[in-house]
């Protein structure tokens, strides 16, 4: 029962450390980028000037959306790294399994 109280406290801390670790993604060469953490939660979007003085907004949500995804893409890839080492590390050790 300890150690399962352990890797509780283990995994609420990595979820904790994952609120500080951030990625980015752009869309259109960098006319619109986002910023999200490792949690999959979105901190910060970047429009370009030169798109809303272009006043195209279909464009500019669909850009938006790309850009979204892929930061979402890698916090997720970033996400699950870090939660798989915490699951490593609760496993016994026993020769042979990896």
Same mark, same amino acid.
């Given at each position: 029962?300890?150690?399962?109280? #352990?890797?509780?406290k283990? +995994?609420?801390?990595?979820?904790?450390?994952l609120?500080?670790?951030?990625?980015?993604?752009?869309? $259109?060469?960098?006319?619109?980028?986002?910023?999200?953490?490792?949690?999959?939660?979105?901190?910060?979007?970047?429009?370009?000037?030169?798109?809303?003085?272009?006043?195209d907004?279909?464009?500019? $949500? #669909?850009?938006?959306?790309?850009?979204?995804?892929r930061?979402? $893409?890698?916090?997720?890839?970033?996400? $699950?790294?870090? +939660?798989?080492?915490?699951?490593?590390? +609760?496993?016994?050790?026993?020769?042979?399994?990896?």
């Amino acid at each position: 029962m300890g150690k399962l109280q #352990d890797a509780q406290k283990q +995994m609420e801390e990595t979820k904790k450390r994952l609120d500080s670790v951030f990625v980015e993604a752009e869309a $259109e060469g960098g006319l619109v980028k986002v910023k999200a953490n490792a949690n999959r939660k979105i901190v910060n979007i970047s429009i370009s000037q030169q798109l809303v003085d272009e006043k195209d907004k279909d464009a500019l $949500e #669909d850009l938006v959306l790309t850009a979204v995804n892929r930061a979402l $893409e890698q916090a997720e890839k970033v996400n $699950e790294s870090e +939660m798989q080492n915490v699951a490593m590390g +609760m496993m016994p050790n026993i020769p042979g399994i990896f």
